[in-house]
């Protein structure tokens, strides 16, 4: 089953402009993921925030975790052609197993539009 | 370093056959996982192995099974394969961790695309 929801399910924006997606999730979480997919290839690890984390930058990435909410949003700024691709968050489970076993969301289809 | 390799690619089986996908992690990588990609239940997790041993397990029927080699390489087998198996089928690893603390980042290979007619 999908722990996570992502919101919106399709976003589609011009070439420069920012991307916002969003995912929620339903248990307590050791740490929270972003992963990119390319045209249903492999998934390419973007970035992590920990659950006693609330915001992480890398690059052109911003990341929020609010943990009250069980809510995470990942920011694209000045999005580039390609970033097109298919965004996932994925959630790893607080029982001490680990990071090896990830619950992701059902994803967000991101089209830039040169 | 060479990075998760998955083979094949590309396979086309009919109902009722078996079938075995193979994985390499990348060197020194000891964890792998498995995962289905499908449009209809999205990315669900397998089964993760760890130094031969089955470690997780995910939510699928026992025609589902894998095992890993002493090199961490992983094989996944699906017997008496349904219609519902079309999907990509994903694999992981991770780096062994610090004595009591998981790795966190997994690298994905390719996939491996399984049709079932």
């Known amino acids: 089953s999908q722990q996570g929801e992502e919101d919106p399910q399709a976003l589609s924006i011009q070439e420069g402009e920012n991307a916002t997606m969003n995912c929620s999730y339903k248990?307590?979480?050791?740490?929270l993921q972003w992963y990119r997919q390319n045209s249903g290839r492999g998934l390419v690890h973007l970035i992590l925030?920990?659950?006693?984390?609330r915001e992480k930058h890398s690059g052109r990435l911003r990341v929020t975790l609010d943990t009250s909410k069980k809510s995470s949003s990942l920011l694209i700024t000045a999005s580039r052609a390609a970033d097109t691709a298919s965004y996932f968050c994925?959630?790893?489970?607080?029982?001490?197993?680990?990071?090896?076993?990830?619950?992701f969301g059902t994803g967000t289809r991101l089209t830039i539009i040169p | 370093k060479a990075g998760v390799t998955q083979t094949p690619r590309y396979l086309i089986k009919t109902r009722g056959q078996q079938v075995t996908l193979s994985c390499s992690p990348i060197?020194?990588?000891?964890?792998v996982s498995w995962y289905q990609q499908t449009p209809g239940q999205g990315l669900q997790f397998l089964f993760e192995?760890?130094?031969?041993?089955?470690?997780n397990k995910g939510n699928f029927p026992g025609r589902f099974s894998g095992r890993q080699f002493s090199n961490s390489r992983s094989e996944m087998n699906v017997s008496t394969l349904e219609l519902g198996d079309s999907a990509l089928y994903l694999c992981?690893?991770?780096?062994?961790?610090?004595?009591?603390?998981?790795?966190?980042?997994?690298?994905f290979g390719p996939g491996t695309r399984l049709l079932v007619l």
């Open positions: 992981a690893s991770s780096r062994p961790g610090l004595a009591g603390v998981r790795q966190e980042t997994q690298y």
């Open positions: 248990t307590s979480i050791n740490n």
């Open positions: 925030i920990r659950s006693n984390e």
């Open positions: 994925a959630t790893a489970p607080i029982d001490g197993f680990g990071n090896e076993k990830l619950t």
């Open positions: 060197s020194g990588h000891r964890s």
């Open positions: 192995y760890f130094s031969e041993t089955q470690r």
